[in-house]
């Protein structure tokens, strides 16, 4: 393919957006807030040289084409896709409908993919056609080359870069982990891209070593994990320095408020598409999820008699909430003959490669880590998540378990759930019965109490007023997991 293309510029030019009287522009339903950035404003002055560029590259196969609106609408309905926008594109069954140069095909060929995901299938042809894009995918579901393949396309119609030009692609993550995964996809086709976490790249700005005058496909990866992180400033900063008629694609596993009014301030006119449900927490249907209910004093004997049931040479990944919680529960594992590392926080950049190095490789089958691995962690054939400790939010806890039944594969959850934990209840329990999950609540008798959540909450806060031991167990698609009461 050319580096240069001939076709006709898209309408949605620099000029004409900055005469919205916006920077981004935008609709009404996605117009920046009234407090725009000043700036914001002094950047796009500054762009006032800069030469036009192409971005609108999609061209529709005769297969895509001669599909009919019933056709379309019953693909969606299979593959549960739904989309919002103007103008949307169909979506594209195969490979080879997407127009994605040969040497791109060969790659995903010998990747051994059959046929596009979901995400993949419906947002190829959105990212192609150079609109802006909101995906709310959950994770695992391909949405990485979602925006990487278009990506090159994009790289490879712009001019070549010079020296001193920054970047043509920027993909903003919010861990170096993730950042790591984007740029070890990103590097089998070798394309000019920058990835990097935001705090980063602008200590990286700041000194001088880049700049994003030259950027023209901004992706921000896993948004809601960033404002969760409190990037919010750091991407606002970084945004303002980049050219207006850029193209934005704003991808998140979740949809709350605050990644809503993130996406009004930077698209413009964007195509949405949503994989059924994501919107709403959902976990990965092929999860089988565990709970088991017990005091914090059971936990460790328990994870081991856990580990003795399942150490077959798997990797299990084990979460905690606390930095010194991963370094003592590791050490206690290693002291008692578990080949276990930890990941967190303060951990050395160099150290955390290695533990994630010895992790992939099978070296080391068991890692413990904090919530820094609980998304953007893409290490293959993970069977096994345990949550030691129970996380923060809901939404923790589908990324956690999340890191296992990747790409297809079948994966299991365990998680410890004490007395602390019981205003999660009633949530759990909703996530457990929208996979599937039989949930039967049983008390110390041994009598089953409640297949609700609500009741099971209760239940949780009568055990805890009194003081008791939750002697209570769950069971989980059939198989009961009923704690020895020990009193």
């Known amino acids: 393919m050319s580096r240069f293309d001939g076709r006709a510029a898209d309408p949605g030019s620099y000029r004409d957006r900055r005469s919205e009287g916006a920077f981004g522009g935008g609709t009404r339903a996605f117009a920046p807030t009234s407090k725009a950035d000043s700036a914001a404003a002094a950047a796009a002055a500054d762009l006032d040289g800069l030469p036009r560029f192409e971005k609108n590259f999609y061209v529709e196969s005769p297969s895509v084409a ?158 809601d994990r960033m404002l969760d992180m409190g990037f919010e400033p750091q991407i606002k900063k970084l945004v303002s320095q980049i050219r207006p008629d850029r193209q934005t694609l704003y991808w998140s596993a979740t949809w709350p408020k605050e990644v809503e009014q993130l996406a009004r301030n930077f698209l413009f006119d964007p195509y949405k598409v949503v994989i059924i449900g994501s919107e709403e927490l959902k976990a990965n249907h092929a999860i089988s999820q565990h709970v088991e209910i017990l005091s ?96 923060g939010s809901l939404e923790d806890y589908v990324h956690r378990i999340g890191r296992t039944g990747r790409a297809g594969a079948k994966g299991t959850a365990y998680t410890f759930f004490t007395a602390a934990n019981a205003r999660f209840a009633k949530d759990l329990i909703n996530i457990l019965e929208e996979a599937g999950q039989k949930v039967t609540v049983i008390d110390i008798e041994g009598m089953e109490v409640a297949g609700h959540g609500a009741d099971f909450h209760m239940l949780l806060l009568q055990r805890a007023m009194f003081g008791l031991s939750l002697w209570m167990a769950m069971c989980i698609s059939g198989s009961l997991n009923l704690l020895t009461n020990d009193r």
């Open 66 to 223: 001669g599909m009919t609106e019933e056709e379309v609408e019953a693909y969606r309905r299979r593959r549960e896709i739904t989309v919002e926008g103007r103008d949307v594109p169909k979506p594209v069954r195969e490979f080879r409908d997407v127009g994605f140069p040969e040497y791109v095909l060969q790659e995903i060929t010998k990747a051994g993919f059959v046929e596009p995901t979901p995400i993949q299938s419906q947002g190829w042809p959105m990212a192609l056609r150079g609109r802006d894009l909101i995906g709310i995918a959950e994770t695992g579901s391909g949405k990485t080359l979602a925006y990487l393949l278009p990506a090159i396309v994009h790289v490879n119609a712009q001019p070549i870069l010079a020296p001193g030009d920054g970047p043509i692609v920027l993909v903003l993550a919010p861990t170096r982990e993730l950042a790591v995964q984007i740029q070890q996809e990103a590097t089998k086709f070798g394309v000019e891209i920058v990835i990097a976490t935001p705090g980063r790249l602008i200590d990286m700005i700041e000194s001088h070593h880049t700049n994003l005058r030259r950027v023209t496909y901004l992706v921000l990866d896993e948004a």
């Open 296 to 391: 914090e004093s059971q936990k460790y004997n328990k994870l081991v008699n856990l580990l003795e049931d399942i150490m077959d040479g798997s990797r299990i990944l084990i979460f905690m909430d606390t930095k010194k919680g991963c370094d003592q529960i590791t050490r206690q594992l290693r002291m008692d003959g578990w080949p276990a590392l930890s990941i967190h926080g303060d951990k050395s950049q160099a150290e955390r490669d290695w533990v994630l190095s010895e992790f992939k490789s099978g070296k080391s089958p068991i890692m413990t880590a904090t919530d820094v691995a609980a998304r953007g962690l893409d290490v293959k054939d993970v069977k096994y998540v345990i949550n030691y400790d129970f996380p």
